[in-house]
């Protein structure tokens, strides 16, 4: 079975940062692209970027570049997104998910096929 | 950047009925498109991806059609367990993927 597993809530002042790991476990993680996603209350889904688990490349939605950093940590499986000066607009729950396995024909198509069970985090002073 | 707009952003129908949920995009993104099912409190469900091609495991209620800008999706024969938010995604030229805004569909 395969599995993307996400760290617990989080809640956090103002200006602080927050780090949300997701676990995958099942497949080989550095075949397939992680991606962040959040929903803020009451919004849609908003895309904020992948990671390469492989070669650690990384690309980040122009909305959260200079405050998003993803990593990842190959020895466990583990991809990490580091989020920095909160704000109230940042209280969302964040996904992570998987693409890269959905293949038609001689075409691969990168929608998210598992994805992780969301991480509430909470901007409160 | 490519805009998804979907339409309507509600609807409310009996259960039974034939919904169409329409998604376009700004510019022509081929068949690379899919459709994800979220239900409050849950994790976002892929339904259809390469605009119809149905996930394992979703019911064949569930349809998908379009290509270039203008999709679809159909749920023929709505169901109580389909109330939710759809959204459409297109994830063609990386490095971005754009959700559409969503379309809440109720029980009237």
């Known amino acids: 079975q395969v599995y993307l597993v996400q760290s617990g809530a989080e809640v956090k002042k103002p200006g602080a940062s927050v780090n949300v790991s997701c676990k995958a476990s099942g497949y080989s993680f550095t075949g397939y692209y992680l991606h962040w996603v959040r929903q803020a209350p009451g919004q849609g889904l908003e895309w904020m970027g992948w990671?390469?688990?492989?070669?650690?490349?990384?690309n980040l939605a122009q909305n959260f570049q200079g405050r998003v950093t993803v990593t990842r940590d190959t020895s466990i499986n583990a991809a990490y997104m580091e989020l920095s000066r909160l704000t109230s607009d940042d209280t969302a729950v964040y996904y992570c998910a998987r693409s890269g396995s959905l293949v038609v024909g001689y075409y691969h198509h990168d929608a998210f096929d598992v994805w992780g069970q969301g991480t509430m985090v909470t901007v409160s002073s | 950047d490519i805009q998804m707009t979907q339409s309507p952003s509600s609807l409310s129908a009996s259960v039974g009925d034939r919904v169409t949920i329409t998604c376009r995009a700004s510019?022509?993104?081929?068949?690379?498109l899919a459709w994800y099912q979220h239900k409050p409190g849950k994790v976002p469900k892929l339904l259809i991806y390469a605009a119809s091609t149905l996930q394992s495991g979703v019911p064949s209620r569930f349809s998908g059609s379009g290509s270039g800008t203008d999709f679809a999706l159909t749920i023929d024969g709505l169901q109580p367990e389909d109330v939710a938010t759809y959204y459409c995604q297109r994830y063609n030229n990386a490095p971005a993927w754009t959700f559409g805004q969503g379309t809440k569909v109720e029980i009237k």
């Open positions: 510019q022509g993104i081929y068949n690379y």
């Open positions: 990671l390469n688990p492989n070669s650690g490349d990384t």
